[in-house]
């Protein structure tokens, strides 16, 4: 390689004697990145040495096999923008040996970790991650600037792109977000940056063949950072859809920087000539979710597209895959006015819902899902609605979801109670069907002997069961209050006295025994007292009943 004479300038701001050769100037840059990245004494620093290539035209002393293994593992700025120059300057070929080297070192060391049962945790995971998007950052200038001549454009470019899709594949969580985002926004650099390459040097054939290796590089980044991306398009479409039950904003803070990244995607698809609306018209994949959710404008998504998209939705709710943008997709197709959802397709949503509102550790995500069950059965006609609502209610599975289903009973039942006489006639929810079909799951402890178990104060602290019961006192106190016209019977003097005995009686009894013990009372108790209390109160006001 032909180099210019050193520039003094550039040898004066690196400490380096004047009378320099180039061989020699070339020879001591690296020496200097190599002590700085080891940070030695008296060393000059990075930054100055990256700022004195960047000024005085310095990148023609870079050489990529001594300076490019160590700068890809040094987590610094200029670090960073040393690798773009020697991306952008050294010779392609050197360049892809570096790459090729050190996707090689990585699978090995991901390898090595795999099969090495004794580690807990790899303390060098973050330094993983920043190797492989400083790899990404040069694999687009490294294949660009590469000739075609006895090597076609798919034969340069495939060998390496199907080796870097291969190792985000196999690469463990990120450490951070900061670093999943990242990634995405520099393998969607790199697909626009190629796409425009292969316009220019490939045939039609060989561009349709590189187009699907950057798709398959695409499609696996996403899937692989999904986590990172944390934009929460769900929650924020629930907290403006849900006002009252959302007080204060549960997004992710930054959310903004996932969502930038994504918009990098979408422009990297259409380079790719994959536009939303043709990935709606067939997704096949946990990605094609993610592009779906994110895509903007928003695509126009019909009633009609939830049959579509409800296999693919499910299976990556109950893998835990893409869940944000999965709830997103579901809640814009649920809250769609008029739209109707199959029974078959609302019970398999049903108890996806039910399930991840019971058992996902993030409480945002649990809120969520009740509120999507809630938007779900708000779709149905009274008969499914049963039927899903009395398999919550008595749901053994997940016994957590048992109290929060009592109230989407309330709600079918105030939402029937507010009807026009035309419409109510025949609603179970506002006809005596509710007690009959309800009233023996509801207005009775589970298990019926529950009042009558030694429980220790632990175990009662424990209970889910005290929640429920709660839940139904509140249940029934709003019933009673509410239903006027007693449509459902529920003021009828034999169904007062059902209750009473299968439920109120009782349990009044168990909370006197705790309450009036030498132990402060739990509050889970104190709840009962007070929730038994204002129906005694409800029932001197009918005119019905005295202290139960």
């Known amino acids: 390689m032909s180099l210019n004479s050193p520039n003094s300038s550039f040898l004066q701001a690196l400490l380096l004697p ?3 050769t180039e061989e020699a100037c070339t020879r001591a840059t690296s020496e200097l990145i190599l002590l700085a990245i080891k940070e030695q004494p008296d060393s000059v620093s990075l930054k100055d040495i990256h700022e004195a290539v960047a000024r005085y035209d310095g990148a023609a002393y ?3 096999l001594d300076i490019l293994p160590a700068l890809l593992s040094y987590r610094q700025d200029a670090a960073m923008e040393l690798i773009r120059i020697c991306a952008l300057h050294a010779s392609p070929k050197e360049v892809t040996i570096v790459i090729q080297e050190a996707v090689e070192s990585l699978q090995t060391q991901m390898s090595d970790d795999v099969n090495d049962e004794s580690k807990e945790g790899n303390e060098n995971e973050h330094d993983m991650m920043h190797r492989i998007i400083c790899i990404v950052s040069l694999c687009s200038p490294a294949i660009s600037r ?5 090597r076609s454009a798919l034969e340069l470019c495939s060998p390496l792109l199907e080796s870097v899709t291969l190792l985000i594949s196999s690469v463990p969580p990120f450490e951070t977000k900061e670093q999943g985002r990242v990634l995405i926004t520099e393998v969607a650099h790199l697909v626009k940056s190629l796409s425009v390459w292969a316009a220019a040097v490939a045939d039609a054939s060989e561009q349709q063949e590189i187009r699907k290796i950057l798709r398959e590089l695409l499609d696996t980044t996403v899937t692989t950072c999904c986590p990172s991306i944390q934009a929460s398009l769900a929650i924020r479409a629930a907290e403006s859809y849900f006002p009252r039950f959302f007080v204060k904003s549960s997004a992710m803070e930054g959310w903004q920087d996932g969502e930038n990244a994504m918009l990098q995607v979408q422009l990297a698809l259409e380079s790719l000539k994959c536009f939303p609306k043709a990935i709606l018209e067939k997704p096949g994949s946990f990605s094609d979710l ?28 109950q893998m835990n895959m893409v869940v944000d943008e999965s709830l997103f997709l579901l809640f814009r197709i649920l809250s769609e006015e008029g739209v109707i959802v199959p029974p078959t397709i609302a019970m398999s949503l049903c108890i996806i819902f039910a399930a991840l509102a019971s058992t996902h550790l993030d409480p945002t995500v649990r809120q969520l899902n009740l509120r999507f069950l809630s938007l779900t059965l708000s779709k149905l006609p ?21 109290g929060p289903a009592i109230g989407l009973v309330k709600e079918a039942v ?3 109670l507010a009807l026009p006489p035309e419409h109510a006639y025949g609603n179970p929810f506002a006809s005596p069907e509710l007690l009959r079909i309800f009233g023996g799951v509801l207005f009775r402890p589970n298990p019926p002997e529950f009042f009558d178990e030694k429980k220790t104060r ?29 449509k459902t019977g ?11 005995r299968s439920l109120l009686f009782p349990l009044r009894q168990f909370v006197n025994e705790r309450v009036t013990g030498e132990e402060q009372p739990l509050m889970a108790v104190l709840s009962l007292q007070v929730g038994l209390d204002r129906i005694d109160s409800a029932l001197r006001t009918l005119g019905n009943y005295g202290d139960s």
Do not use: W
């Open 414 to 416: 105030l939402e029937a």
């Open 458 to 486: 632990e175990e009662l602290s424990q209970s889910l069961e005290l929640l429920r019961i709660a839940d139904c006192l509140a249940f029934y106190y709003v019933l009673l209050q509410r239903d006027r016209d007693n």
């Open 62 to 64: 870079l050489e990529p």
């Open 290 to 317: 993610v592009y779906l959710a994110h895509s903007t404008p928003p695509v126009a998504l019909t009633p009609s597209v939830l049959s579509d998209l409800h296999r693919l939705l499910a299976s990556a709710l």
């Open 18 to 20: 004047p009378d320099l």
């Open 146 to 150: 590469s000739k075609v001549g006895k």
């Open 382 to 402: 009274p008969p499914p609605r049963i039927e899903i609502l009395l398999m919550l209610t008595t749901n053994e599975e997940f016994p957590q979801i048992r």
């Open 490 to 500: 529920v003021r009828s003097n034999d169904n007062i006295t059902d209750v009473q």
